[in-house]
């Protein structure tokens, strides 16, 4: 049951293109489709919770703040991830978001005074080699989606760290990540507000794929990668969850006929090397498993 849990999870959070793509061809912006996400999201956890007897709404002034620091990159994680699917395929976005493990890794590196090990040079190196692969000279559109989805994955590094720094571990994941939908919705809407660029759409179609959205990933998907890490293990499972860029190369192919060029091929299958080689190293922590999956 451990595997089949988090496998169902990768598959959800991989489908977040599908819903995104719905959403933009009924007529809903990055911004709209952010904030229907954080907003769905938001209200399915609020039922989750106040269902549940042993959860609660309740943080404290400190974590808070906490919470409000990571609801930046938190936030940002999702707008770039968001728009990158307007400009490349969806299976290529997730995919280079998915550079978050060797991210984390050079931050840490960076910032932490981390001692960079061989099995980590090697895959940086491997992941390097699967963005290279990628390159398009010349195409100014997609160069900009990868640009944006690589730096989702960066906005989603910082998260993580910040999460592993700072003092929540008393809060339940469902809980922080309740508040950090509630405080990314404000946070979305305020800059959409400012730039006049709020989309109200009328279709039902775009109000369900939204809906989807939010609830796939924000309750769902969220729910079943905690009771798969329980019962299988945060290795097993952080190796389970490549099944996420694996659902979005799928769903791009199959419903969105989006091509898979040779080189295209070889550099998913490089990226996905590095970051399972990365994730079965004996120093992958604990918290990052626990929380790595709240976008």
């Known amino acids: 049951m451990g595997p089949l849990c988090v496998i169902l999870s990768a598959i959800l959070f991989g489908m977040m ?35 549940s007897p042993k959860l609660s709404f309740h943080v404290t002034k400190q974590e808070f703040l906490h919470i409000l620091l990571l609801s930046l990159p938190f936030c940002a994680t999702t707008f770039l991830l968001y728009g990158s699917y307007s400009f490349i395929s969806s299976g290529l976005a997730t995919t280079l978001h998915f550079t978050y493990p060797v991210v984390v890794m050079v931050l840490s590196m960076i910032f932490f005074h981390t001692k960079l090990q061989a099995r980590q ?51 339940h994941v469902l809980t922080v990540t309740f508040w950090l939908c509630i405080l990314s919705l404000l946070e979305i809407g305020a800059v959409s507000i400012a730039g006049g660029e709020v989309t109200i759409p009328t279709a039902w179609q775009a109000w369900a ?40 190369v799928v769903i791009g192919i199959v419903v969105f006929n989006e091509s898979l060029t040779a080189p295209i091929a070889a550099g998913i299958l490089l990226i996905l090397c590095s970051a399972v080689l990365l994730v079965i190293s004996p120093e992958k922590k604990q918290r990052e498993a626990q929380y790595g999956k709240s976008t």
């Open 17 to 51: 293109p599908l819903f995104t793509k719905v959403a933009y061809a009924f007529g809903c912006s990055t911004d709209t489709a952010a904030m229907g996400r954080f907003l769905f999201g938001g209200v399915g956890l609020w039922i989750v919770i106040t269902a």
């Open 209 to 248: 794929a939204m809906a989807g959205l939010g609830l796939s990933a924000s309750v769902a998907a969220l729910a079943l990668f905690q009771i798969g890490v329980s019962l299988c293990g945060e290795v097993k499972a952080s190796l389970l969850s490549t099944f996420e860029p694996l659902t979005g």
């Open 121 to 171: 040079l090697i895959c940086l190196l491997i992941c390097a080699a699967g963005i290279l692969c990628l390159y398009r000279p010349g195409g100014n559109t997609g160069m900009k989606g990868i640009v944006m989805a690589l730096l989702s994955g960066v906005t989603y590094s910082i998260y993580i760290l910040l999460l592993g720094k700072i003092g929540l571990k008393r809060l």
